[in-house]
């Protein structure tokens, strides 16, 4: 039997233009793939992705495979009866949606591609691929407090002032560290997750929540990228 060749499978939905993004990863081999398309709701498109990850595998012989998504709620059972033939084994893995942060990206990605709406969040996720990971902590990080301040200012090495938001906004420091967690490189994820565990995702809707009602504007990067280069200077 062909050892077990494991996928990975999001979705990404916009409920007003019903598009869905769908975003796999084959971990075994490293290959990945995400499209575009139009769904019903939020279940329909993350049956979808999981529904294009199976396809993916029967596309390229694999017959020994575990397929792993975040949406409890599908019903892997009449979906493996279905396929059963066309593997020797099929098996499904339900894991909290924190673990499939690049998957989820992907899905966004592609989503983000194919539509004109670009909420605070994408434009984020698109421009932090641009930028190093310094500028990137240095530009949210203001909205952070207490330790999960000082020690975003130990990764970004600047100390940027504080930006106000409102006072009824709760948990505001988890929610920036699974932005960046959202939106990062591995390396930078790697040391978030290494200082404060797992945290579980937010919808995209509540960043941007949280960032409209602190007034975050792009120009929050170029400040951050003034801090970064006064460090170098002073270095």
Known sequence: MEP????CSDASYDLKTKEAGLGIKNLTTGVSHSVALTASSVQEAEEFALLEAINHAILHRHRNCIFVYDNISIDTASIGAFYANAFEMIQFLWCKRDYLVEVDRLASNVRTSASNVRTLSKQILSHAKQIS????????MPLTRGET????????GTAPMHKPYPSSIKGV??????????????PLRA????RFGYLRGYKEKHYDELLKNAHFSMEWFD????????LHRAA
Not at 149 to 156: D, H, N, R, T
Not at 191 to 194: A, P, Q, T
């Open 173 to 186: 420091n988890e929610m920036i560290v699974s932005l960046l967690m959202y939106v990062s490189s591995n």
């Open 191 to 194: 040391r978030l997750i290494e």
């Open 149 to 156: 301040y000082g020690y975003l200012c130990a990764i970004s």
């Open 133 to 140: 990971d310094e500028e990137l902590v240095s530009a949210l």
């Open 4 to 7: 077990n060749i494991i996928y």
């Open 223 to 230: 400040e951050a990228k003034h801090e970064c280069r006064a």
